[in-house]
C-alpha cells in the first residue's frame, strides 16, 4: 500500500492558522417589496443568493445586484439587500428576532438566500479580514463549478436530517474557500499582500514551502533558488507583491504562529520557539519582542488576564 500525504499550501496553512469556522446562520425568503438592514458584522459574512434577485447596498460603493447563484461576503461595515434600491428598510434584528435563523420578508418568495459567518480568531482573523475587500461580489459564471455543492446546501438547510447543521457549516466552508479562489483569479496584476503572492508564478512556490516549514532555517539563496529568480531579483519582487522582505516575512509568521499558541495553550516557552527553529530562548525572545514588542511570557500572561476579563464581563450581562 502506497500511503500520499497532500501536500501543504499557504491558504489552507493561513486560514488552520487563524481558526476560521464557517457557521451557517440564516435563511431569507422575501417577495413584494421588501428592504432589510444588517448592522456591521462581528465576523465575516458570506451569503448565497439561491434563487430570484436583490440589491446589495453600501453606504459608499455603488448599488449592485445581485442574481440567483451569486456570493458576496461582507468583511466588515453595515449592508443592505431590498428589491429595488430605493426600498424602505427595516432591521435585521426585527426581521430575525422571533424566527431564529429563518425568516420572512415581504409577500412571497420571489427571492431566497443563505447566509452565514466565518469565524476567525479574534487576534489573528486581521490577516484575512484585512486581506480581503469589504464587499466582495463573486458573479455566478465564476461560482458555477459548485452550484452542486449548494445545491446539496439548499437541501441539507431545512432537512433535519441527522447531522445536518454539521454537513451545513462544512459546505458553507468548502463554498468560501471557493470564493476566496475566485476572488484570487480576478485580483489585479498590481495587487499586493499575501493572497497576490499566491497567484504569482515565482510567489507563490516561496509562500508554500514557508508555510510548510516555517521552522526551517531557510535562506534568501534557498528562497530565489525556488521562485526561479536571482537573489536580488526575488527579493524587490517579493517586496513588491506581498509588501514586506522574504525573511521579514517568515518571521512575522513563525511570531504569529508562535503568538497562537501561547494564547491558546500551555506548551512551554522554550518548546514553542524550538518548534519554530529557533535554537535558544533569547533569539525566539528577540524576535518575539521586535514583532510584539513584549517577551513571550508576558505576552501569554497579558493575554491569559485579558481572556478571564472578558468572560467575567459575558457572565456578569
Given amino acids: 500500500m502506497i500511503v500520499q500525504i497532500m501536500p501543504s499550501d499557504a491558504l489552507s496553512a493561513i486560514l488552520n492558522a487563524i481558526n476560521a469556522v464557517a457557521l451557517c446562520s440564516i ?45 458576496f461576503v461582507v468583511t466588515n461595515g453595515a449592508f443592505d439587500l431590498a428589491s429595488t434600491p430605493d426600498a424602505t428598510m427595516v432591521a435585521a434584528q426585527d426581521v430575525f428576532s ?18 452565514g459567518s466565518v469565524r476567525l480568531d479574534t487576534i489573528d482573523g486581521v490577516v484575512l479580514s484585512d486581506a480581503l475587500p469589504r464587499i466582495l461580489v463573486i458573479k455566478g459564471d465564476a461560482a458555477a463549478p459548485i452550484a452542486w455543492l449548494l445545491d446539496q446546501l439548499d437541501r441539507e438547510w431545512d432537512s433535519g436530517a441527522p447531522g445536518a447543521q454539521l454537513m451545513c457549516n462544512d459546505l458553507l466552508r468548502l463554498a ?15 495587487d499586493t499582500g499575501w493572497l497576490s503572492g499566491l497567484t504569482d508564478r515565482h510567489i507563490a512556490p516561496v509562500l508554500q514551502a514557508v508555510h510548510a516549514e516555517p521552522e526551517r532555517n531557510w535562506t534568501l539563496t534557498e528562497l530565489s533558488r525556488l521562485a526561479g529568480q536571482s537573489r536580488s531579483s526575488f527579493a524587490a519582487r517579493f517586496k513588491q507583491r506581498v509588501g514586506v522582505a522574504p525573511l521579514d516575512y517568515l518571521t512575522r509568521w513563525r511570531m504569529r504562529l508562535a503568538a497562537g499558541k501561547l494564547r491558546r495553550g500551555v506548551e512551554p516557552v522554550s518548546s514553542i520557539g524550538a518548534t519554530l527553529g529557533y535554537r535558544s530562548d533569547s533569539a525566539f525572545g528577540a524576535s518575539f519582542h ?7 511570557s508576558r505576552y501569554r500572561k497579558e493575554q491569559k488576564v485579558g481572556s478571564s476579563a472578558i468572560e467575567a464581563d459575558s457572565a456578569g450581562h
Avoid at 48 to 68: I, S
Avoid at 98 to 108: N, T
Fill in 27 to 71: 435563511s431569507l425568503q422575501a417577495g413584494g417589496d421588501w428592504g432589510i438592514r444588517f448592522a456591521a458584522p462581528a465576523n465575516i459574512k458570506f451569503n448565497v443568493v439561491r434563487h430570484g434577485g436583490c440589491w446589495l447596498l453600501t453606504a459608499d460603493q455603488a448599488p449592485v445586484q445581485l442574481e440567483a447563484g451569486d456570493c
Fill in 98 to 115: 422571533g424566527s431564529g435563523v429563518a425568516a420572512q420578508l415581504g409577500e412571497g418568495n420571489d427571492f431566497a438566500i443563505l447566509g
Fill in 176 to 190: 468560501f474557500i471557493h470564493v476566496l479562489r475566485a476572488h484570487l483569479a480576478q485580483r489585479a496584476a498590481n
Fill in 290 to 296: 521586535r514583532i510584539y514588542g513584549t517577551s513571550p
